[in-house]
């Protein structure tokens, strides 16, 4: 079983909107601490976007997403969905996404540090045309 699921993603205009969600497994999402989500655009190096505590009460946001981006966690039995909304969409925000759980506590931009995480889902792809 896959550990970290990724869905959603696709191409919008300029100032539309997208959601993508990820499902950790139980196994995972027991051990889990944190679950953020990551992009990497074409020739630079991956940034975390926005990163949530599993108990649901602390979440961090990249500073260009802030007011934009809506991370949530859901709680689904022993799994754990966590939703990024995505609004007002600009070409900037193209790239691939990912998602990622960290067993380990971290607090402000240490919660966005893709080197602190340690399951990484599958990417998908968010285009975003002028």
């Known amino acids: 079983e896959e550990q970290v699921v990724v869905s959603g993603g696709g191409s919008v205009q300029d100032g539309g909107s997208l959601r993508l969600s990820c499902v950790v497994a139980?196994?995972?999402?027991?051990?889990?601490?944190?679950i953020g989500w990551f992009r990497q655009a074409p020739g630079k190096e991956r940034e975390g976007v926005a990163a949530i505590y599993t108990n649901g009460r602390n979440a961090e946001y990249l500073e260009s997403v802030k007011g934009r981006f809506t991370i949530a966690i859901a709680a689904e039995g022993a799994k754990r969905t966590v939703n990024l909304q995505m609004n007002s969409l600009e070409p900037g925000d193209t790239a691939m996404y990912y998602c990622a759980a960290t067993r380990r506590a971290y607090t402000g931009s240490d919660l966005l540090r893709d080197s602190n995480y340690q399951t990484w889902g599958q990417g998908t792809q968010v285009t975003v045309s002028s």
């Open positions: 139980a196994y995972t999402a027991s051990l889990a601490v944190s």
